[in-house]
């Protein structure tokens, strides 16, 4: 079993709408959360960090973690087609020198 | 500013081979990391690099694997003998020493026919 879980979808949502995404993990050493989001044929591209338990809005993201129940999630309100895009988890032990260990992402298609 | 940057964005070679890859990070950014993205085993560490500290080599995943870092600046990663399975993406990112956010760079295609 892998140490972070993520479906693979797709999921396909109309445009306007919320998209839900998530990840478990295994690893209770993890502190630090990332979102990352990767176009086709493109480098991944950070979307939000969050350290420990909690949430954080950016914009129209808004990543939560719940270190208790291992579960990370991620929001994105008023979707748009240009949201389209695999979606990575991402969470590694320590603030620095440590590797990521990353989700296998979750491809979103925002259908107009 | 300019993000990293990653030579050649493609690379197609013949199996028995060597390969080299170059990143170069975001100016001030002392963290380097190498990651490979394949279709079977999604986004995986390879090797990490820290100021002048011995890198950590972990992730390599065999020895025809190496990289250096030259300067504290630029990365080469150097595969030798290329095998088809060596055929993926592969990612550079950089980051600040105290901050865990990694900024990665659009990655080189490696084919290996």
């Known amino acids: 079993q892998k140490e972070v879980e993520q479906d693979p979808g797709p999921l396909s949502v109309p445009e306007g709408a919320i998209v839900s995404l998530n990840c478990t993990y295994s690893n209770s050493a993890f502190q630090y959360f990332m979102w990352y989001r990767q176009y086709s044929r493109k480098g991944p591209e950070l979307l939000m960090y969050t350290y420990s338990s909690g949430n954080k809005e950016d914009g129209r993201f808004t990543a939560q973690v719940d270190k208790s129940s291992k579960y990370i999630s991620l929001f994105i309100r008023d979707s748009q087609p240009s949201d389209s895009a695999t979606y990575l988890c991402?969470?590694?032990?320590?603030?620095?020198?440590?590797?990521?260990?990353f989700g296998g992402g979750t491809r979103v298609l925002v259908k107009p | 500013g300019a993000g990293v940057s990653q030579s050649p964005s493609n690379k197609v070679t013949e199996k028995g081979k060597d390969v080299e890859l170059r990143c170069d990070p975001i100016?001030?950014?002392?963290?380097l990391y190498w990651y490979r993205q394949s279709l079977g085993q999604g986004l995986e560490f390879l090797i990490y690099f820290q100021g002048n500290s011995a890198p950590d080599k972990s992730g390599l995943p065999s020895d025809r694997f190496s990289a250096e870092r030259t300067g504290g600046s630029v990365s080469t990663l150097t595969i030798q003998r290329t095998q088809q399975e060596d055929s993926a993406v592969y990612l550079c990112?950089?980051?600040?020493?105290?901050?865990?956010?990694?900024?990665f760079g659009p990655g080189t295609r490696l084919t290996v026919t």
């Open positions: 990112a950089s980051s600040t020493f105290k901050l865990p956010e990694q900024y």
């Open positions: 100016s001030g950014h002392t963290a």
């Open positions: 991402a969470m590694s032990a320590s603030a620095a020198g440590n590797k990521l260990t």
